[in-house]
């Protein structure tokens, strides 16, 4: 048994070796050391049909509670491991996934330490994540705590789906809301505006993505330290799609993937910063091609609102930042990220932070890398 109570068990793909810009040796060592994990395994196909067998039968083995995977983006194969894991035994949800592929090795291909940095902080935020998964029956809903809603309806004037009505409490007085989970999209605009903190997500929970930014901001410590909020069908799609393309970018950067710019609390960001991240920005779809429609609205008028509150709260308002771009539109993502990751190195260091050296060996090479690579 792990120190927190749970057993978790590391699967390391390489991609057939086309992840090998990391040094996934580098990696499982690391992972090995981290609280809670149990097994590290290397793969060279993960998701081909044999080694999925192999998968199932460590997963037995040694009683595993959470599986983590580096591997591909879980947007191509997490729905094909979570049906392993359910074959094995496990809750279907309680896997995660770090995108060591598209949003790490072939983004960051010309600076193999960068790379391996960011595969590692990666994996430490999805091992940090898993441990606050709790098993799930319908996966990324909404629900309720009965204790702390109030019944205000908040939530139910910004459901888009319809999925909410507030209805009688059975056994007291009073009103209280109800998610119907065969109409709930998942977009969690629900879980960030109610006031009661009464509505949480069955998967991305608030304790689950609260744990990835604090193991975001607590890993590998050079300057600059940047946290990326990105829409799992806008933004994160965006950073796929520059994998995929072989665009190249500065590592600097650690992604959250979220399910919609929208579902992006107020408190993630403050937490990011006072944990002494450098920056934080957040990447949605473009308003008016949001995945659910208005959630980039949403984020706009709430987000500029918290810019303004930045300043109050002691924060430069640059080191925060929001960003449109579609799924299809990989080159802005590059020149986005890679813009926000300059403007932040010309911020300095966060003042929350104890004072760190710029990330060696990063900065000055940067360029000839890159020119390298395009040669
Ligand atoms: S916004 Fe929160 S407190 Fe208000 S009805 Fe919905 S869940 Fe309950
Ligand atoms: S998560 Fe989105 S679709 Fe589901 S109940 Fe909340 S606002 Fe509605």
Same mark, same amino acid.
């Given at each position: 048994?792990?120190?927190?109570?749970?057993?978790?068990?590391?699967?390391?793909?390489?991609?057939?070796?086309?992840?090998?810009?990391?040094?996934?040796?580098?990696?499982?060592?690391?992972?090995?050391?981290?609280?809670?994990?149990?097994?590290?395994?290397?793969?060279?196909?993960?998701?081909?049909?044999?080694?999925?067998?192999?998968?199932?039968?460590?997963?037995?083995?040694?009683?595993?509670?959470?599986?983590?995977?580096?591997?591909?983006?879980?947007?191509?194969?997490?729905?094909?491991?979570?049906?392993?894991?359910?074959?094995?035994?496990?809750?279907?949800?309680?896997?995660?996934?770090?995108?060591?592929?598209?949003?790490?090795?072939?983004?960051?291909?010309?600076?193999?330490?960068?790379?391996?940095?960011?595969?590692?902080?990666?994996?430490?935020?999805?091992?940090?994540?898993?441990?606050?998964?709790?098993?799930?029956?319908? !996966?990324?809903?909404?629900? %309720? *705590?009965?204790?702390? /809603?109030? #019944? =205000? @309806? +908040? $939530?139910?004037?910004? &459901?888009?789906?319809?999925?909410?009505?507030?209805?009688?409490?059975?056994?007291?007085? !009073?009103?209280?809301?109800? %998610? *119907?989970?065969?109409? /709930?999209? #998942? =977009? @969690? +605009? $629900?879980?960030?505006? &109610?006031?009661?903190?009464?509505?949480?997500?069955?998967?991305?929970?608030?304790?689950?993505?609260?744990?990835?930014?604090?193991?975001?901001?607590?890993?590998?410590?050079?300057?600059?330290?940047?946290?990326?909020?990105?829409?799992?069908?806008?933004?994160?799609?965006?950073?796929?799609?520059?994998?995929?393309?072989?665009?190249?970018?500065?590592?600097?950067?650690?992604?959250?993937?979220?399910?919609?710019?929208?579902?992006?609390?107020?408190?993630?960001?403050l937490r990011a910063l006072s944990n002494g991240?450098?920056?934080?920005?957040?990447?949605?779809?473009?308003?008016?091609?949001?995945?659910?429609?208005?959630?980039?609205?949403?984020?706009?008028?709430?987000?500029?609102?918290?810019?303004?509150?930045?300043?109050?709260f002691?924060?430069?308002?640059?080191?925060?930042?929001?960003?449109?771009?579609?799924?299809?539109?990989?080159?802005?993502?590059?020149?986005?990220?890679?813009?926000?990751?300059?403007?932040?190195?010309?911020?300095?260091?966060?003042?929350m932070?104890?004072?760190?050296?710029?990330?060696?060996?990063?900065?000055?090479?940067?360029?000839?890398?890159?020119?390298?690579?395009?040669?």
């Open positions: 048994m792990g120190e927190n109570g749970c057993r978790i068990g590391v699967f390391l793909c390489n991609c057939g070796g086309t992840i090998d810009s990391i040094d996934l040796l580098e990696v499982a060592d690391h992972c090995r050391k981290i609280d809670d994990v149990i097994h590290v395994e290397m793969y060279d196909f993960l998701c081909s049909p044999s080694m999925s067998e192999s998968m199932g039968q460590t997963i037995r083995d040694y009683d595993l509670e959470r599986i983590v995977i580096g591997a591909c983006s879980p947007r191509i194969y997490m729905d094909h491991f979570r049906d392993i894991i359910e074959s094995s035994g496990m809750n279907r949800y309680m896997v995660e996934m770090a995108n060591l592929r598209e949003q790490c090795a072939w983004i960051h291909t010309c600076d193999g330490k960068g790379a391996t940095e960011k595969a590692k902080d990666q994996m430490l935020m999805a091992i940090a994540r898993s441990r606050r998964m709790t098993p799930s029956i319908h !996966g990324t809903i909404a629900s %309720v *705590d009965a204790e702390l /809603c109030d #019944g =205000c @309806g +908040v $939530c139910k004037t910004v &459901c888009e789906a319809d999925a909410i009505s507030i209805v009688s409490r059975k056994d007291a007085e !009073g009103l209280l809301s109800n %998610v *119907d989970p065969k109409i /709930c999209e #998942g =977009c @969690g +605009v $629900c879980v960030s505006s &109610c006031p009661s903190g009464a509505m949480d997500m069955e998967l991305f929970s608030n304790d689950e993505i609260l744990a990835e930014v604090d193991a975001a901001t607590e890993g590998s410590n050079g300057f600059p330290h940047i946290v990326i909020f990105a829409c799992h069908w806008c933004g994160y799609a965006a950073g796929d799609m520059a994998g995929i393309k072989r665009i190249q970018m500065d590592p600097r950067f650690r992604v959250v993937r979220t399910l919609c710019s929208a579902r992006v609390d107020p408190e993630w960001i991240a450098d920056g934080v920005m957040i990447i949605g779809g473009k308003p008016g091609h949001c995945h659910f429609e208005v959630g980039s609205l949403r984020t706009r008028k709430r987000m500029t609102l918290l810019g303004k509150l930045l300043a109050q002691g924060f430069d308002r640059g080191r925060f930042s929001v960003a449109w771009i579609d799924a299809d539109q990989a080159e802005e993502y590059a020149n986005v990220v890679d813009s926000f990751i300059e403007e932040v190195v010309k911020l300095g260091p966060n003042p932070n104890e004072p760190r050296e710029e990330v060696s060996g990063l900065t000055g090479t940067w360029a000839e890398k890159l020119a390298r690579l395009k040669e």
